[in-house]
């Protein structure tokens, strides 16, 4: 079986760092991504991780630890606009299969 | 054109209705994709294609049939649907299936609701 999980809710102030957590267990692993979703819309991609480390991509890294099921996803300089939801989906090791956790809604305070 | 369009927007049907969602996408992508995400939840994924053909159906209920009719177009028929099928349907595409960056690309969705 497969499990993924994620705070519910974080709060931050604009310009400062915030850190969002993702811990996993599933049966065969081949990915995590991270998409983020604004209310109302459709979740769009922000990252990937298949190896250990950090990849960084702008305002925004992720990474990942294989051996203990944990990603996170950290976003730098906070902006009103990155209140959204942040998903982490990971990928099962046939065809496409995804999973997303359950999200964490991140609100932004002037 | 980096876009994935889904049609119609919003959909009300009763439970003894038949009605179809469509999905259209232009980036040469070979994997579709549907989800079904309820209000507050993460998206479920429902059917996967590879090449047009049905390569994953995760469980999902007879009343819901997919259809790939080409590389670029994914249909999801519904009929006899019951009141808790009501959801955002989202299709995405991605490259392929395979293995790497194979990020997906998600529609605005369709906001179903059956009464």
């Known amino acids: 079986g497969q499990n993924i999980d994620q705070p519910t809710e974080m709060t931050a102030t604009e310009g400062a760092i915030v850190q969002i957590n993702c811990t996993y267990q599933t049966s065969g692993f081949n990915g995590l991504f991270w998409y983020q979703q604004h209310a109302g819309e459709a979740p769009t991609f922000l990252s990937y991780n298949v190896l250990d480390g950090l990849e960084e991509k702008g305002r925004f890294s992720s990474f990942l630890s294989r051996s203990k099921g944990y990603s996170y996803l950290l976003l730098k300089e906070l902006q009103m606009k990155d209140s959204a939801s942040y998903l982490c989906a990971v990928r099962r090791n046939y065809g496409q299969n995804f999973v997303f956790g359950p999200g964490t809604r991140l609100s932004v305070l002037p | ?115």
């Open chain 2, 1 to 115: 054109d980096t876009e994935v369009t889904q049609t119609p927007k919003h959909l009300v049907m009763g439970m003894t209705n038949k009605k179809s969602l469509k999905c259209e996408q232009h980036m040469g992508h070979r994997a579709m994709y549907w989800y079904k995400q309820k209000a507050k939840k993460p998206p479920e994924l429902m059917f996967v294609y590879s090449y047009e053909k049905l390569s994953i159906n995760e469980s999902v209920p007879s009343r819901f049939s997919p259809e790939c009719p080409n590389s670029s177009l994914l249909n999801l028929h519904l009929h006899a649907l019951q009141p808790e099928d009501s959801a955002l349907y989202l299709c995405a595409s991605s490259q392929d299936t395979g293995a790497g960056e194979r990020e997906q690309f998600f529609g605005p969705g369709t906001r179903l609701t059956v009464l």
